[in-house]
Every structure is written in C-alpha cells, then in structure tokens.
C-alpha cells in the first residue's frame, strides 16, 4: 500500500473527527453550509479525505477566533 495514498472516511467517522453527529453532517451538506470536500459515492453515500476533514476543522477554529486562515 502506498504511504501517499488518501485515507477515506465514512460519514460517520468523518462526523466524529469533527465532534458532530453523521445526521448532523448530512444535513449541513444538503443546506449547502460549509463542510469539509467532499466525494460523492452515489445518492446516498459520500466519503472525505481525512486530510480535508483535518483542514477544514483547523479553519474552523481558526475563523471562531477571529484569525484569518
């Protein structure tokens, strides 16, 4: 397995990476609120990368401090 491979995470472990529920995400993505990329799968499915998920949870800290990413 190659080690520059992106890490996938399901919609559940992508939710609890970010201190959310997966419901809670799914709604965020379909009212179009900010969220992490994200790949669609099918009509029900999606998938993140980690690193995204990652990025974007530090961005969101960052903007609730007042600091500019």
Sequence with gaps: MLS???HF???RQA???IGIS???LTRMLRRGN???????????TFRWRSDD?????RQQTLASN???P
């Design 4 to 6: 520059d491979s992106p």
């Design 9 to 11: 995470l399901s919609t």
């Design 15 to 17: 939710a609890d990476r």
């Design 22 to 24: 997966p419901r809670t």
């Design 34 to 44: 900010s969220t992490p990329p994200v790949i669609r799968i099918n009509a029900r």
């Design 53 to 57: 998920v990652d990025q974007w949870v």
């Design 66 to 68: 007042g600091v500019s």
